[in-house]
């Protein structure tokens, strides 16, 4: 069966400081992998979006970058945190063209 | 108009109740549906696909209605463990992305 790990789960960090919030998906080859974060007491805001090795699609311009050296790894990253990154990452994983998303456990991250 | 929207409640129900939730679209070409469910503090779940013809699990009923562009979920004989907050999501146009609304709170009460 299909398996996603997300890690850590949950982190404080200084403004400024560098993030690396990192997913793994076992039991299926070529997923699709995204970002979404959830600020507090609102909506999944899609982040990014991967078909493949190396294919990042950015949903919205921010302070975040992604990429995805393996196929089933999917890692979030940023230089500088500001206090606006605060909030609940969840890395989702589907099958192409089912559009059914599974979700790894977050990382919730605040930033001071 | 957002992409996805849904009125975020809370609806508090006593155990036993019905209680059905809308969630709107603006995207026609849209072509997948879902419901999630989401405890405090923790990741969403799927809880159903929603199919053209309607599809029923248990207690859960999942309506489509593309011509109004709304889904639909109904919950009979609530359970006090249905607490929780029911997301509804959309694909966007012809891609994979799923577009979320930002919930419906449900609360059930003894």
């Known amino acids: 069966s299909q398996t996603i790990h997300q890690w850590p789960a949950t982190l404080v960090q200084p403004v400024g400081s560098p993030l690396s919030l990192e997913c793994t998906v076992e039991?299926?080859?070529?997923?699709?992998l995204y970002w979404y974060r959830q600020a507090a007491g609102r909506g999944l805001q899609l982040l990014f979006y991967?078909?493949?090795?190396?294919?990042i699609s950015s949903e919205v311009p921010q302070n975040l970058s992604a990429s995805r050296p393996q196929d089933r790894q999917f890692i979030l990253s940023s230089k500088k945190l500001l206090l606006s990154d605060s909030g609940f990452y969840l890395c989702?994983?589907?099958?192409?063209?089912?559009?059914?998303?599974?979700f790894g456990e977050g990382s919730r991250l605040t930033v001071l | 108009r957002k992409e996805v929207e849904q009125d975020p409640g809370p609806f508090n129900v006593p155990e036993g109740a019905t209680v059905a939730f809308n969630c709107t679209y603006s995207?026609?070409?849209?072509?997948?549906f879902f419901w999630y469910r989401q405890d405090c503090r923790k990741e969403p779940k799927l809880l159903m696909s929603?199919?053209?013809s309607g599809n029923e699990d248990g207690r859960f009923t999942a309506q489509l209605n593309r011509a109004s562009q709304y889904i639909s979920l109904l919950i009979r004989d609530s359970k006090l463990s249905d607490s929780a907050t029911y997301l509804c999501a959309v694909n966007k146009g012809n891609t994979d992305k799923l577009i979320f609304g930002t919930g419906t709170r449900l609360q059930v009460f003894p």
């Open positions: 039991g299926t080859s070529n997923p699709n």
């Open positions: 991967s078909v493949g090795i190396g294919q």
């Open positions: 929603v199919y053209s």
């Open positions: 995207n026609s070409a849209s072509q997948s």
């Open positions: 989702a994983w589907s099958v192409s063209g089912t559009g059914e998303l599974f």
